[in-house]
């Protein structure tokens, strides 16, 4: 089973509202992932998180605040967003943080910013 | 900064025919290479990945790989018009703190029945 699920499916917010994507595996994976993809272009890395610790914080705004409750929660906190933050919203998750493990996509959550 | 270039196509093939997809990439330092299937709307579903030199081949597709000249393809044999989809190239980078996957731009592959 190489299950990630994401919620919401779509998400539709205001400049002033405060949102959060959720995202769970049950594979015991120990590395999780945000990417953000707009349309047309591939996925872009935003977080890494390695053992329930962030790793990487590929230079994102802090309106975008991720959250690793435990080993197979990942939470994205949204604050203030702008509307060029629409887009789609993969969640990933990897067995660890190796360079030969592959990563494995949940369905997203599309957000819509106005 | 470390890329992962594709060419954008659309490639259009006819139902049957063999689907060739490109990719280079710019860090020599690189272990780990992935194709990635994205179908419109939806997210990136694993194809094949790739460690060694030479071929791996998995059902129709087969994915090369030569470090030397920094360069990965995926071949599918027999396309079929549900292979219609973007396909991503990714390469696994390594750094102290952590694995970043990283995408090439992606080839839209259109097969016509």
């Known amino acids: 089973d190489t299950e990630v699920t994401q919620t919401p499916k779509h998400l539709v917010m205001g400049m002033t509202n405060k949102k959060s994507l959720k995202c769970e595996q049950h594979m015991g994976h120990r590395a999780m992932y945000w990417y953000k993809q707009k349309a047309k272009k591939p996925p872009e890395l935003m977080f890494v998180y390695s053992y329930e610790k962030l790793s990487i914080n590929e230079s994102v705004p802090s309106r975008f605040s991720p959250e690793c409750p435990n080993s197979s929660l990942l939470n994205l906190h949204l604050h203030a967003l702008q509307p060029e933050d629409s887009a789609l919203y993969l969640c990933?998750?990897?067995?660890?943080?190796?360079?030969?493990?592959?990563?494995?996509f949940g369905p997203g959550t599309r957000l819509l910013v106005l | 900064q470390k890329e992962v270039e594709q060419n954008s196509g659309p490639l259009s093939v006819p139902e049957g025919a063999i689907a060739s997809l490109n990719c280079t990439y710019s860090d020599r330092g690189s272990q780990s290479f992935f194709w990635y299937r994205q179908y419109s709307g939806k997210s990136p579903e694993l194809i094949m990945s790739i460690y060694s030199n030479g071929d791996k081949e998995d059902g129709r597709f087969t994915a090369q790989l030569n470090k030397a000249s920094q360069y990965v393809s995926l071949l599918i044999r027999d396309s079929q018009p549900s292979d219609s989809a973007t396909y991503l190239c990714?390469?696994?980078?390594?750094?102290?703190?952590?694995?970043?996957?990283?995408f090439g731009k992606g080839t839209t592959l259109s097969v016509s029945s």
């Open positions: 990714a390469v696994n980078l390594l750094n102290q703190a952590g694995t970043a996957l990283i």
């Open positions: 990933a998750s990897s067995q660890a943080p190796r360079q030969e493990e592959t990563q494995y």
